[in-house]
């Protein structure tokens, strides 16, 4: 009997299939074992690891959640069904080599551990790897490794730092991305609208403008980067007689005419961030949900490996698609053909296929609609690759318009050859392929097919980024990789720095702090070229990474040159925050100044204004501040948000509320967990309590008696309340808790 161990169920599945009887084939679900973690583990606190010279740091690998027990159950069985061979088949990455190595140690007491790897799951690919089982890529490893304590020494580390912001989290990688939106952000307030006429026409299905200056003409529109726009001009006057004229005519003459032809050639077949691009603008998902419908077509044998940042295809599936090419469509639609050359030797980010269908011959698969517009996507980019070009004439066209003295020009373009947009037909719409009837004669007239439009209007700020574009970028400047593209992104989210709206990612508040109120701390050194979280510096490592990766670079050394850097980074950044106080601690201080009297104020902070102090100066008078100075401060906004909410909730009078508090006014209350707003928080939530049920919550508790056959009275009653119109917010929270526990508890028994 033989084990096949993946990191999937779903790709266990599979690959049960292609094997058949006297194997075992079972899934750990992912990392089994990882830096330490998790409030009962002793180390879970420690950022490093110390380790002799030469060698990297030893740190105690902890089981990640549940993975102990799947484990146990594996070898479990393993061991009753007399298992004699295990197969690692995890992902032909740097994380699947990680969980591979793991799996070896763990499973050491077996007799023979081989480790398998394949960039497809076909048959074919499945057994040809097993047949030939492969040594662990010890490169692969250590680069996770190192990748791993990177992360650690700089989440841990740089975390703690910024809580004195009160944020929650830095990283090595997310920093730097946070760092685009919010500098692109930063763009869009610093941007000053400038206003432009602009006037078109269409005739015989042609866009025309009225092209108003050159770009020599004093008059020329020029926007805030120094564009050119020939269409665009600030005279109004002009603007609108163009607009009269066109209008008053209905008719262009044809001035001159350009002829030209246009050939698109076809794009490679996917990597990662351009099948998570193109899926967004063509399907308009979400990078999440692409990624999980191609994991499941991966994972299904439908395509190839997703994680890569190769175009290279290898040649049987190219043979394969041309052949079905001239087959269905023609053999002038055979092309030269892209993705059929590495990148360079020894790349690493090279070292799989891009992302292409394991059967080129298969146009149609997975099992839902999801899983089948995916997969059409991909095999529609693959085969395109192979395809010819695609054709269009051109006509550049210059008209005159009577009592104008400016030109309009326009293109005209029709499609002669399909070419590799044929097998887009699906996503192309009204393709032109064929010009006007009018046809291209000098001199000839025009007529127009309805009235001239006048725009005026002002340019727009650049466009934020979307979950696309932002993964486009940290390509471009080579941070991140296949692997955590969608990871990153997501963290930005789910930690709040980060919100999206429809596609657009938007920085928040606390994005914004990290990033232009923390981050200069690591970024703006004399001492090395590039910050911690400067683009420059977090490309580098990704190469240091994939230098151990490709056995091009010793990894302890990598670490160790890593951690030294870090450290005196990390020193500076905590030297200049003593220097200078955070704006928090200033706004905090400046609060309860603003609440003191002249000779309180002298007291505390002398003759000087806060920001005239030093960080040690101020954290030390904060630090410090007795009793009567504490109870000056002012209620946060988080907690003046809360009372108005829960006054409004509640439909009672903020003022004769804070009357019977003995305030007169809700910025009067003082701050802190002891403060006046605290408890006006807490007396307010006990009144919410005490409020009657919601219509939502009486509704529940009427289903779950329902579900339960129970007589509602009876309900009502285990609640210690006289009816159900009269229970309370809080007792129908409770009753709602212990009915759901007790569906539960009866469904279990049922099973």
Not at 133 to 143: F, I, K, S
Not at 265 to 272: S, W
Request: glycine letters at 6%.
């Amino acid at each position: 009997m033989k084990l096949v161990i993946l990191e999937s169920g779903a790709k266990a599945r599979t690959i049960k299939k292609y094997l058949g009887k006297g194997w075992i084939v079972d899934a750990c679900n992912g990392h089994v074992q990882d830096l330490p973690s998790g409030r009962k583990n002793k180390d879970s606190s420690k950022a490093m690891w110390s380790s002799k010279p030469g060698e990297l740091p030893k740190p105690p690998w902890s089981w990640t959640e549940r993975a102990e027990r799947t484990m146990s159950k594996i070898t479990s069985k393993a061991k009753k069904s007399g298992v004699d061979e295990v197969f690692i088949a995890t992902d032909p990455d740097r994380e699947g080599e990680f969980i591979a190595w793991r799996l070896s140690e763990i499973l050491s007491n077996f007799d023979s551990v081989k480790r398998v790897s394949f960039n497809e799951i076909t048959k074919e690919a499945v057994l040809s790897s097993i047949a030939n089982p492969q040594e662990l890529d010890m490169g692969l490893v250590e680069a996770a490794i190192v990748r791993r304590l990177m992360d650690r020494l700089v989440g841990f580390r740089c975390s703690k730092f910024c809580r004195s912001w009160k944020l929650k989290s830095m990283g090595r990688v997310q920093t730097p991305t946070l760092g685009y939106i919010v500098e692109k952000e930063i763009e869009r307030e610093a941007h000053i609208p400038k206003e432009y006429n602009s006037v078109g026409v269409y005739s015989n299905g042609v866009e025309l403008k009225v092209r108003f200056h050159e770009s020599d003409d004093s008059d020329a529109w020029i926007d805030n980067d120094g564009k050119h726009f020939p269409d665009r001009t600030s005279d109004t006057e002009l603007a609108k007689l163009a607009f009269d004229q066109i209008n008053s005519n209905r008719s262009v003459k044809l001035d001159s005419i350009k002829e030209g032809t246009v050939s698109r050639k076809p794009k490679a077949p996917f990597t990662t961030d351009t099948m998570l691009q193109t899926s967004s603008s063509t399907l308009g998902w979400s990078i999440a949900k692409t990624s999980k419908i191609a994991s499941t077509l991966y994972q299904s044998g439908h395509i190839t490996y997703i994680r890569t940042d190769s175009t290279r295809t290898n040649s049987t599936a190219r043979n394969q698609i041309r052949k079905h090419i001239e087959d269905n469509f023609g053999k002038e639609f055979i092309g030269d053909g892209v993705g059929d050359k590495a990148k360079g030797k020894g790349s690493v980010q090279d070292a799989h296929e891009a992302i292409r269908p394991t059967d080129p011959l298969v146009e149609v698969a997975g099992d839902d609609k999801d899983e089948k517009s995916l997969y059409r996507l991909i095999w529609s980019r693959f085969a395109a690759s192979q395809m010819s070009n695609s054709v269009r004439e051109r006509r550049s066209l210059t008209f005159t318009c009577a009592g104008l003295s400016v030109p309009l020009t326009g293109t005209s373009s029709w499609r002669t050859h399909a070419g590799w947009e044929e097998v887009f037909a699906w996503s192309n719409n009204d393709i032109q392929t064929s010009p006007p009837n009018i046809g291209f004669v000098a001199g000839s007239n025009w007529e127009i097919d309805e009235d001239a439009g006048l725009t005026v209007d002002f340019t727009k700020p650049p466009r934020r980024f979307t979950e696309s574009s932002i993964i486009q970028q940290m390509k471009r400047d080579g941070i991140g990789r296949p692997s955590t593209y969608v990871s990153t992104v997501s963290k930005l989210v789910d930690r709040k720095y980060v919100e999206k709206d429809g596609s657009s990612l938007i920085p928040t508040s606390n994005g914004m702090t990290l990033w232009t109120e923390v981050t200069p701390f690591y970024n703006e050194t004399d001492v090395y070229d590039e910050g911690l979280f400067t683009y420059g510096f977090t490309s580098s490592m990704e190469e240091k990474l994939d230098l151990i990766e490709a056995g091009e670079a010793k990894a302890p050394e990598q670490w160790s040159h890593f951690a030294d850097t870090f450290r005196d980074m990390h020193n500076i950044a905590l030297e200049k925050r003593r220097e200078k106080p955070t704006i928090r601690q200033i706004q905090f201080l400046q609060g309860i100044l603003n609440r003191m009297t002249e000779p309180e104020k002298r007291e505390l902070v002398g003759d000087h204004s806060v920001d005239q102090l030093s960080g040690e100066q101020v954290r030390n008078i904060i630090d410090n501040l007795d009793d009567n100075a504490k109870s000056r401060i002012p209620p946060s906004e988080k907690q003046i948000a809360t009372i108005l909410k829960l006054v409004d909730r509640l439909n009672i009078d903020i003022g004769k509320f804070l009357s019977d508090m003995g305030e007169s006014d809700i910025n009067e209350l003082t701050g802190g967990r002891g403060g006046t707003a605290s408890n006006a928080i807490g007396s307010l939530i006990e009144m919410d309590k005490n409020s009657p049920a919601t219509e939502k919550q009486v509704a529940t508790i009427i289903s779950m008696a329902e579900t339960l056959e129970m007589p509602i009275e009876d309900a009502i009653a285990a609640a210690k309340a006289e009816s159900i119109d009269t229970i309370s917010k809080s007792d129908a929270s409770i009753l709602i808790g212990n009915l759901k526990k007790t569906i539960n508890s009866k469904r279990r028994a049922k099973k």
